[in-house]
């Protein structure tokens, strides 16, 4: 299947700081990804879609102001995470389509589990 | 995107067939069934997808009722590295692509 890759696949950081996660799609261009998270023992939460050359859009409860995303090609989408809180600790995941207009599947990045001191 | 019913956990044999169901009582005409799988700490696998039709692939089968209303799918010789939670979920096949995870159901393949 189609590769997605993301980086770091671990980060730790200080309270007030920002991180950013790359998502990037190995083997296909993907005009669409998606950032969704993660907190121990539950379901995946979608936070957004990135869109390449466009605005990315927020699912409802979601501070855009809090994550940043950007999707200036058709192969990477970043988010960062705006001055981070312990709050903010949790796995970060990605993914995007290989074909749009279709019933193509959705391939996942390994994920990004971010801890904040 | 119509709404999933899962059981939260399943037994299963090592070697012997893991049959997940799922229900989906108010799919429309034009949402497929998705399945993923997460191991621990990585991100989702995909497994098969369907419209209508039973779907088969080196990984699962996907049965679905003539109504639609419900699937199951099936992993014919589970081992133990398919422990994992596995997730059902129909949307409609659109440029838009989103996926919406219920709680799915934590698979655990005993030796």
């Known amino acids: 299947g189609a590769v997605v890759s993301q980086h770091p696949s671990r980060v730790i950081c200080k309270s007030g700081t920002s991180v950013k996660i790359e998502c990037r799609s190995l083997d296909f261009q993907a005009t669409t990804m998606f950032w969704y998270r993660q907190f121990p023992k539950k379901s995946l939460m979608l936070m957004a879609t990135?869109?390449?050359?466009?605005?990315?859009?927020?699912e409802q409860g979601v501070e855009k102001d809090k994550f940043l995303i950007n999707h200036a090609s058709l192969t990477l989408s970043t988010l960062t995470v705006t001055s981070a809180h312990p709050e903010d600790s949790s796995f970060y995941i990605c993914s995007a389509r290989t074909a749009s207009g279709s019933s193509g599947e959705l391939f996942f990045g390994e994920g990004s589990r971010l801890t904040v001191l | 995107d119509a709404k999933t019913t899962q059981p939260p956990s399943m037994d299963c044999a090592e070697g012997r067939a893991a049959n997940l169901p799922c229900n989906h009582s108010?799919?429309?005409?034009?949402?497929?069934v998705y399945w993923y799988r997460q191991i621990h700490s990585q991100g989702p696998q995909y497994i098969i997808h369907?419209?209508?039709n039973n779907e088969t692939n080196e990984m699962a089968s996907l049965i679905i009722t003539e109504d639609r209303k419900s699937s199951t799918l099936i992993l014919p010789h589970a081992t133990l590295r398919d422990t994992a939670v596995y997730y059902c979920i129909v949307r409609v096949a659109s440029n838009t692509g989103k996926l919406i995870f219920g709680q799915g159901t934590t698979l655990q393949v005993k030796p």
């Open positions: 369907g419209l209508k």
């Open positions: 990135s869109n390449e050359g466009s605005k990315a859009t927020y």
């Open positions: 108010t799919i429309s005409g034009n949402e497929y």
